[in-house]
């Protein structure tokens, strides 16, 4: 069984960053996780994905901005976010195993979520 825990989250004014974790059970190293984020009023958006040590792929709207730096041995992905922005405001979710790599944009193909962190950024 699959369960993944966050933490992280916080309130912070823009410029700032934060790290978030996501620690992952019940599944390999080499399995994809990845986060998105849920703003008020908005469904889910992707954010970035880990595919391997040297190859992740982000949301425009976060490209030089946020990482996500996985750590191998405990399983965790972090998001680390920097140079926050009001619009960045949302609960962030990480997610883990998606069905089709075509698809990874799509909330609906990954199978395993996170509980959610709330990040909230002041202007």
């Known amino acids: 069984q699959v369960q993944l825990v966050e933490s992280g989250g916080g309130l912070v004014q823009a410029g700032g960053s934060l790290r978030l974790s996501c620690t992952a059970s019940g599944l390999t190293f080499t399995t994809p996780m990845g986060w998105f984020r849920q703003a008020p009023g908005r469904g889910l958006d992707f954010v970035a994905v880990?595919?391997?040590?040297?190859?992740?792929t982000y949301a425009t709207s976060v490209l030089g901005r946020f990482t996500v730096p996985r750590d191998s041995a405990t399983n965790t992905i972090y998001l680390q976010v920097n140079s926050l922005k009001p619009e960045d405001t949302a609960e962030y979710y990480c997610a883990a195993g998606h069905s089709s790599r075509a698809y990874y944009t799509r909330a609906d193909s990954w199978y395993n979520w996170g509980q959610g962190t709330q990040v909230t950024v002041s202007s």
């Open positions: 880990y595919w391997t040590r040297t190859n992740a």
